[in-house]
C-alpha cells in the first residue's frame, strides 16, 4: 500500500510540487455554513488502495475528482483524496446528479485502472454516502474531520504533509492561526466513528 511516510524527502518534494502547479482547488469559495451541503465520502472497495498505487495516481485521481464539478453549479469547500477512499465536503443545488456524475468517474477509473494491472472485472469501487451538513458547528467539525483524515489513518504527521487535499489553500485563505483556532473550537472528537468499516 501507498504511504506519504515511504516516500523520501525528494519525492515528496516532487509530489508537492507537482501538487503547486496544478493550482488545487481551482477557486476559493467563501468559508460558511449554508443549506445544500454535504460531506460525500466514498471507498474502495473492500479499502483496498486502488487510488493510492502510486503518488502519480494519486495526483490524476485527485484532478479527476476535482474536475468532475460543474464550477457552475457546485463548490468543493474541503477536499482528501487516501490510497484508498476520499472525502468531500461540496455545495450543490442537485445532489442527486452529483452523485450520478461521479459514479461515471468510478466507472471510468475501474475500466482504466483494471486494464492496468491486467484485473478485468475486478470490483473497485464500494459506494458514496452522503451526510447532510446540519449547523455551523458541523460544518467546521467536517472541515477538521476531513483534513485531519491522512493523520487519522497514519499517512501523515501533519495535516500540512499530505498532498492530496485542500488544506494548503484552507491555510493559506483563513491562516494557520484561525485553522488552530477552528480546530480547537470544533474538535472532531467521535466524528466518523464507524465509516472505516468494511461494509461503509
Not at 47 to 65: C, V, Y
Not at 85 to 104: A, M, W
Request: with cysteine; aromatic share 12%; proline share 5%.
Amino acid at each position: 500500500m501507498y504511504t506519504w511516510r515511504k516516500l523520501t524527502q525528494e519525492q515528496r518534494e516532487e509530489v508537492l510540487l507537482y501538487r503547486k502547479q496544478q493550482h488545487r482547488p481551482w477557486h476559493s469559495p467563501p468559508i460558511l455554513f449554508r443549506e445544500g451541503q454535504f460531506h460525500l465520502t466514498s471507498a474502495c472497495y473492500e479499502h483496498a488502495a486502488h487510488i493510492g498505487r502510486d503518488p502519480a495516481r494519486m495526483a490524476a485521481f485527485s484532478q479527476r475528482l476535482l474536475d468532475t464539478f460543474d464550477q457552475e453549479r457546485n463548490i468543493v469547500l474541503a477536499w482528501c483524496v487516501l490510497p484508498n477512499h476520499y472525502h468531500l465536503l461540496v455545495e450543490t443545488p442537485d445532489l442527486k446528479q452529483l452523485k450520478k456524475e461521479l459514479g461515471k468517474l468510478h466507472g471510468r477509473t475501474s475500466y482504466e485502472w483494471n486494464l492496468e494491472e491486467g484485473a478485468s472485472g475486478r470490483t473497485v469501487w464500494h459506494r458514496c454516502v452522503d451526510r447532510g451538513i446540519r449547523s455551523e458547528r458541523h460544518y467546521w467539525a467536517t472541515i477538521n474531520y476531513i483534513h485531519n483524515n491522512p493523520v487519522h489513518h497514519g499517512y501523515a504527521e501533519r495535516w500540512t504533509d499530505w498532498p492530496f487535499s485542500s488544506v494548503e489553500d484552507f491555510i493559506e485563505r483563513i491562516g494557520r492561526d484561525k485553522a488552530i483556532s477552528i480546530w480547537r473550537e470544533y474538535p472532531v472528537l467521535d466524528y466518523g466513528k464507524g465509516w472505516d468499516d468494511p461494509e461503509i
